[in-house]
């Protein structure tokens, strides 16, 4: 037997999980393993991970002795969607194992309140993110490279049609590398590189951070403070410097 191919057959997982196999295929080539899975209705919430049910989960991938290759590992619920792929290599021993992936994913930011508990920080009403992610290196020595863009973005903290950013993280630092912010006539940019955090000395934002700014609402950049600020209105444009004060 070099091909097993199931079509939607329903399983009984983790006592009462019911998880409907859209499409199963296992077949040997060569010396690898190709594995083709779709799962629907799959509940993260019993493999301890997250109090979910996913739509579908969407496994394609080739296993070797050696090597997992990532042909398209998808997960879907509602409108959020990850995409993953690329290549794990010696995976059986985690101190030699290298990989390189890239990661895609679209996911409404209002979704957030579901996994995170920051509403008495403030709350995002609507927003659209999309991140294309690059995952490269070993466990002690890897860099992650990710571009963000979010969309209409209505919030506590700040309103934008559109927002840019680059972000970088390796063992030494999580950086933003670029960020810019728009809504209708106003913007944001960012100047210069910012190193957020740096993991060897533990500090955060050891540096000014600097902003060029453009006919930015008052109301819109101060809005986390609305309700003491509510009489102050204008527009702010010109170069504005941010220090951290550790005292």
């Known amino acids: 037997i070099k091909r097993i191919t199931l079509e939607k057959i329903r399983l009984e997982l983790f006592k009462k999980n019911e998880v409907v196999t859209h499409y199963a295929m296992v077949e040997l080539i060569n010396k690898s393993i190709h594995l083709n899975l779709v799962l629907r209705g799959f509940n993260l919430g019993k493999i301890k991970v997250l109090e979910e049910v996913v739509d579908e989960l969407s496994i394609d991938v080739n296993i070797s002795d050696d090597n997992i290759k990532i042909n398209n590992l998808v997960i879907e619920k509602n409108l959020n969607r990850i995409v993953t792929q690329g290549e794990v290599s010696d995976y059986k021993n985690i101190v030699d194992m290298s990989f390189s992936l890239e990661s895609y994913v679209d996911f409404q930011l209002a979704d957030l309140h579901k996994y995170l508990k920051f509403k008495n920080i403030g709350e995002i009403y609507t927003g659209n993110l999309k991140t294309n992610t690059k995952i490269n290196g070993t466990i002690s020595n890897y860099e992650v490279n990710s571009e963000l863009n979010i969309h209409n973005l209505d919030s506590e903290f700040v309103m934008a049609k559109k927002i840019k950013s680059k972000v970088i993280l ?78």
Do not use: C, H
Not at 178 to 186: A, I
Not at 215 to 242: E, I
């Open 170 to 247: 390796n063992p030494q630092k999580l950086a933003l590398n670029s960020f810019e912010l728009e809504n209708n006539n106003e913007k944001i940019t960012l100047l210069k590189n910012i190193e957020f955090y740096n993991f060897k000395k533990r500090k955060f934002l050891e540096d000014k951070v600097s902003v060029n700014v453009q006919a930015l609402k008052l109301q819109n950049g101060l809005r986390f403070l609305r309700s003491s600020m509510s009489p102050l209105k204008g527009t702010l444009t010109g170069k504005v410097d941010f220090i951290l004060n550790e005292n």
